[in-house]
């Protein structure tokens, strides 16, 4: 298995642009993770989906993000419009059950 | 909440000396409790996990963990370093309303020394 995949690795766009990040988890996991890295609030977990289903959202900073799992293998993180705050990395993971979160190599975004 | 706070920012170690990466946690129930790791420009991994049974957690590439509720510790050690140990650490806890909720330490940066 190729492992998580995310696309792109890295993304520079301006401010007010909207930008689309997107995961491809590991054939038959059914829990899909979107994370957040920055310095100054380190790894921080914004929603995960179980069975393409939203479950809990609470860590979506704003209106701004938005995220959908279509199916099982595939889901998207939108922020419409980006700020320059919004420069991270932004990690996605999936797991079967209760079992490891197994990382993707994240999509560095940055905002000018 | 659930909550860890790693004791040190950073560690610095020669190779070959003992590794040692602290952690503390907090918990109102019966935690599960990881350690991953993060080389640069790479995702995380996981090291090993702590899910109440052995105390003594072995993991991969030589690190293991051990489990002291008195102490609410969860200390990574590991006998003798290697150059390809040098990352970033995360000592995690899992939030029990949502088993699958991690909640992340803000990291240790270890760096080993020739």
């Known amino acids: 298995d190729a492992g998580v995949i995310q696309s792109p690795r890295h993304e520079v766009t301006e401010m007010g642009q909207e930008v689309t990040l997107r995961c491809k988890p590991i054939s038959g996991h059914d829990y899909l993770f979107w994370y957040r890295q920055t310095m100054m609030r380190g790894l921080e977990l914004l929603i995960y989906?179980?069975?393409?289903?939203?479950?809990?959202d609470s860590g979506m900073p704003e209106d701004r993000f938005s995220a959908k799992m279509p199916n099982a293998s595939f889901s998207t993180l939108k922020i419409q419009p980006s700020e320059p705050r919004d420069s991270a990395v932004y990690f996605c993971?999936?797991?079967?059950?209760?079992?490891?979160?197994?990382f993707g190599p994240g999509t560095r975004l940055t905002v000018l | 909440a659930q909550s860890v706070t790693q004791l040190d920012s950073h560690v610095s170690v020669s190779e070959g000396t003992p590794v040692l990466l602290r952690c503390n946690y907090s918990?109102?129930?019966?935690?599960?409790l990881f350690w991953y790791v993060q080389h640069p420009n790479k995702g995380l991994q996981l090291l090993l996990k702590y899910t109440s049974a052995a105390t003594l957690v072995k993991g991969i590439n030589g690190f293991e963990a051990e489990f002291k509720k008195s102490e609410t510790s969860f200390h990574l050690t590991k006998p003798s370093a290697h150059m390809s140990d040098a990352a970033e650490y995360f000592c995690v806890v899992s939030d029990p309303q949502g088993a699958q909720k991690l909640v992340f330490g803000q990291g240790t940066r270890l760096t080993i020394n020739p």
């Open positions: 989906f179980n069975n393409n289903v939203p479950i809990d």
């Open positions: 993971a999936s797991s079967l059950g209760y079992l490891e979160q197994f």
């Open positions: 918990s109102s129930y019966s935690p599960s």
